[in-house]
């Protein structure tokens, strides 16, 4: 069978929809389903049924729909490594940054690969790992460099450690807490507490720390993928900010925010990482970012 067809398959797997898929592979809606019919007679197995106004993989699709989806992303892998070798350019790129990278060191990042490489296009999306990581099987990225404390374990994901960064809870300069020697979660919890997405391990612990009993009692006052925002936020109001010490680094230099001392509390630390996709050569252009990123952090 050829790679049109596994193409094919593949599509309306991921659409669940023969219309759908038609207009993925740009084809007529009756030619996509002669297309799979004849998937279907050459390998003798039932790959779709249809549940109401759903198509969905049988046993036997889900077999090979997982194989053809590797011969398919393969195939898209070949045709780019073979495209990046005629033209022995370092290419566009396009990326992934969680919250914190977005505000420490990719402003510097970007304006050295803009300096250096004037002619280049690059594309960047900031977010949170989950989302994320779904840019990326989408192929939409070529890597993200976020916290990954809680991206999974997965075959077809590469993960490279970069380094750990501590963080903390701070407040504006004159808050009602500054005056305190030593201050309480619980106490700083009443004023309402900014942060974005936190990993599980902390979520747990601040859960324990105050008394609740589940996590999913845990409310966030204001919570957000932009750190920039939430900064902003925290030095107009009494909100207190929980957040890496690196991503405050200049107002606490310049005085506009205090770390709170909190009694008690455990390490809280963000694990942050390079993730790419396994089986993908990145580009030029993606390695040499991706080898920087040690000397930025």
């Given at each position: 069978?050829?790679?049109?067809?596994?193409?094919?398959?593949?599509?309306v797997?991921?659409r669940?929809?023969?219309?759908?898929?038609?207009?993925?592979?740009?084809?007529?809606q009756p030619?996509?389903?002669r297309?799979?019919?004849?998937?279907e007679a050459?390998?003798?197995?039932?790959?779709?049924?249809r549940k109401?106004?759903?198509?969905?993989?049988t046993?036997?699709?889900?077999f090979?729909?997982?194989?053809?989806?590797?011969?398919?992303?393969?195939?898209?892998?070949?045709?780019?490594d073979?495209?990046?070798?005629?033209?022995?350019h370092l290419g566009d790129?396009a990326f992934g940054?969680?919250p914190?990278?977005?505000?420490?060191f990719?402003p510097?990042?970007?304006?050295?690969?803009r300096?250096?490489?004037?002619g280049?296009?690059?594309?960047?999306?900031?977010?949170n790992w989950?989302?994320l990581v779904?840019?990326?099987?989408?192929?939409?990225?070529?890597?993200?460099?976020?916290d990954?404390?809680?991206?999974?374990?997965?075959p077809?994901l590469?993960?490279?450690?970069l380094?750990?960064?501590?963080?903390g809870?701070?407040?504006?300069?004159?808050?009602?807490?500054?005056?305190?020697?030593?201050?309480?979660?619980?106490?700083?919890?009443?004023?309402?507490v900014?942060?974005i997405?936190l990993?599980?391990?902390?979520?747990?612990?601040?859960?324990r720390?105050?008394?609740?009993?589940?996590?999913?009692?845990l409310?966030?006052?204001l919570?957000?993928?932009?750190?920039?925002?939430?900064?902003?936020v925290?030095?107009?109001s009494?909100?207190v900010?929980l957040?890496?010490?690196?991503?405050?680094?200049?107002?606490?230099?310049?005085?506009?925010l205090?770390?709170?001392?909190?009694?008690?509390?455990p390490?809280?630390?963000?694990?942050s990482?390079?993730v790419?996709l396994?089986g993908?050569?990145?580009s030029?252009?993606?390695?040499?970012?991706?080898?920087?990123?040690?000397?930025?952090l």
């Amino acid at each position: 069978m050829d790679l049109r067809r596994w193409n094919h398959v593949v599509a309306v797997a991921d659409r669940r929809s023969f219309v759908r898929a038609a207009e993925e592979v740009h084809l007529s809606q009756p030619a996509l389903t002669r297309s799979i019919q004849a998937a279907e007679a050459e390998l003798g197995l039932l790959l779709f049924d249809r549940k109401g106004n759903e198509i969905v993989p049988t046993p036997a699709g889900e077999f090979v729909i997982a194989r053809a989806r590797q011969l398919v992303f393969n195939s898209r892998c070949l045709e780019r490594d073979v495209a990046l070798f005629r033209s022995h350019h370092l290419g566009d790129t396009a990326f992934g940054v969680g919250p914190f990278p977005a505000i420490t060191f990719l402003p510097e990042l970007l304006s050295q690969l803009r300096t250096e490489f004037p002619g280049i296009n690059l594309r960047v999306e900031v977010s949170n790992w989950q989302l994320l990581v779904e840019r990326l099987r989408e192929e939409d990225i070529e890597f993200f460099v976020a916290d990954t404390t809680d991206v999974p374990a997965d075959p077809t994901l590469n993960l490279r450690p970069l380094r750990r960064a501590p963080g903390g809870f701070y407040v504006r300069t004159g808050h009602p807490l500054c005056a305190a020697r030593a201050v309480t979660l619980k106490q700083a919890w009443a004023y309402g507490v900014l942060a974005i997405r936190l990993p599980d391990n902390v979520r747990t612990s601040l859960a324990r720390l105050l008394g609740l009993e589940s996590v999913q009692e845990l409310r966030l006052a204001l919570e957000c993928d932009d750190a920039a925002l939430l900064t902003r936020v925290t030095l107009g109001s009494d909100s207190v900010l929980l957040t890496a010490h690196t991503a405050v680094s200049r107002e606490r230099e310049a005085g506009q925010l205090q770390a709170l001392d909190l009694r008690g509390l455990p390490l809280l630390q963000a694990e942050s990482g390079v993730v790419t996709l396994r089986g993908r050569t990145p580009s030029p252009m993606a390695e040499l970012v991706m080898g920087r990123l040690p000397a930025m952090l």
